[in-house]
């Protein structure tokens, strides 16, 4: 088990943080006892990651339960359990990416945890990590540059440019109640052959880019790329690439489209895509098609491009491509009931960062 220690870490990332106060990175711990009983939170039907962990009043003793309840391509997360460090309110500016090493859980729930105003996150040929629970905006474009990885190697990284999280050659990841805002370039790209990725009940707005998933039209080992996008809110202020796909198989499924301009989910290079139970509610004025296609050449026949039950308010449309088909194939650590898309509003209340203090439940 790797544990990040933020003061080793950051020696050549020169974080500014007014030299106070340690990153909010919680290992998950396994403590000996029963979880209490549940207890309904009035008001509020939640989805099947968030039953799995907050109906618990006792969370904070049992934070390592958060890691049995990921679902979706990433599975379950139970190789990430640990020991766990002390959590601090914060706002951190990194003067550089901050690499996160494999086998580790970014915890923020019970804290407000910000990266904003320079450099951000990034998963680099790693995996089996969660991020849970941070406010991510304001990233800013990095020179090429050496930072501290893994183990305490020194790692070469080309320019940057501006990704509040970005997954490069990552697998199994799970990216759960986090905000992201207001990045110079996207606010969540997996590239480069990463794979096995859950992103769950986060909170994107006020974006032009959004999410990409697959590095670039010429990058043929994101053939393997699987992603699940679920209870998921899109906006407001959002413009496109919520998703946008290459190559790959994308499972977009019981999230929240607040509108959009240029499109909600788009891609190139003959993706799979099923859109499953969404939410799509269009835009007061300007285009109300919810796909957007860049043909390879000249051609999207071979695409597997469709919608399953979603639900369009607004006049909101969405062109199918290609046969019906290219189902999830989850395992039985990956698999859950796809909700019906009349209740997305409900299951995506609470998405993006928890207000969670200490004497309630989140």
């Given at each position: ?9 950051c ?14 990175i919680v290992?998950?711990?396994t403590?000996?006892?029963s979880l ?8 509020l039907?939640m ?5 799995c962990?907050r109906w ?5 003793r049992?934070?390592?339960?958060l890691a ?9 997360m139970?190789?990430?359990?640990g020991r766990?460090?002390?959590?601090y309110?914060?706002?951190i ?6 690499l996160?090493s ?9 804290a407000?945890?910000q990266?904003?105003?320079?450099a951000c ?10 991020i ?14 050496t930072?501290m990885?893994p183990?305490s ?5 080309g ?5 509040g ?8 990841v799970?990216l ?7 990045c110079e ?6 590239t480069?052959?990463?794979t096995?990725?859950?992103i769950s ?11 990409l998933l697959?590095h ?6 994101d ?10 809110h899109?906006g407001?202020?959002c413009?496109q690439?919520m998703?946008r796909?290459?190559f ?12 959009w ?20 509610i ?23 491009f469709y919608s399953?039950?979603d ?6 449309s969405?062109i199918?491509t290609?046969?019906v088909?290219?189902?999830?194939c ?10 019906d898309?009349r ?5 995506t209340?609470?998405?993006g960062?928890l ?8």
């Amino acid at each position: 088990m790797h544990i990040i220690n933020m003061a080793l870490q950051c020696i050549n990332i020169a974080i500014l943080w007014r030299f106070a106060l340690p990153l909010v990175i919680v290992m998950l711990f396994t403590p000996n006892v029963s979880l209490a009983k549940k207890t309904k939170i009035t008001g509020l039907t939640m989805n099947v990651i968030d039953r799995c962990w907050r109906w618990n009043p006792d969370w904070r003793r049992n934070r390592p339960q958060l890691a049995t309840c990921s679902v979706g391509y990433a599975g379950k997360m139970i190789n990430n359990i640990g020991r766990d460090l002390i959590q601090y309110t914060m706002r951190i500016k990194l003067e550089k990416p901050l690499l996160i090493s494999s086998f580790t859980a970014i915890d923020g729930r019970g804290a407000d945890v910000q990266i904003a105003g320079n450099a951000c996150l990034m998963i680099y040929k790693a995996s089996n990590i969660i991020i849970h629970g941070l406010r991510i905006h304001h990233c800013r474009p990095q020179p090429p540059s050496t930072v501290m990885g893994p183990d305490s190697n020194i790692v070469s990284l080309g320019q940057v440019d501006g990704d509040g999280i970005r997954l490069v050659t990552a697998s199994k990841v799970w990216l759960d109640h986090n905000t992201l805002y207001e990045c110079e370039d996207g606010l969540l790209d997996v590239t480069r052959g990463s794979t096995d990725v859950t992103i769950s009940n986060n909170w994107f707005r006020d974006q032009d880019k959004v999410m990409l998933l697959g590095h670039d039209d010429g990058y043929l080992r994101d053939k393997n790329m699987k992603v699940t996008v679920m209870y998921n809110h899109f906006g407001p202020n959002c413009n496109q690439r919520m998703p946008r796909i290459r190559f790959g198989y994308a499972h977009v499924v019981n999230n929240l489209y607040q509108g959009w301009m240029q499109y909600a989910i788009g891609g190139s290079m003959n993706p799979s895509v099923k859109s499953q139970a969404n939410l799509f509610i269009a835009p007061k004025s300007g285009n109300k098609e919810v796909t957007w296609r860049k043909s390879s050449h000249g051609k999207t026949s071979s695409w597997n491009f469709y919608s399953v039950s979603d639900v369009f308010e607004n006049g909101a449309s969405f062109i199918q491509t290609g046969a019906v088909g290219a189902k999830p194939c989850y395992n039985r650590e990956q698999v859950f009931p796809v909700a019906d898309a009349r209740t997305v509003r409900s299951l995506t209340k609470s998405a993006g960062v928890l207000r969670c203090t200490p004497r309630s439940r989140c």
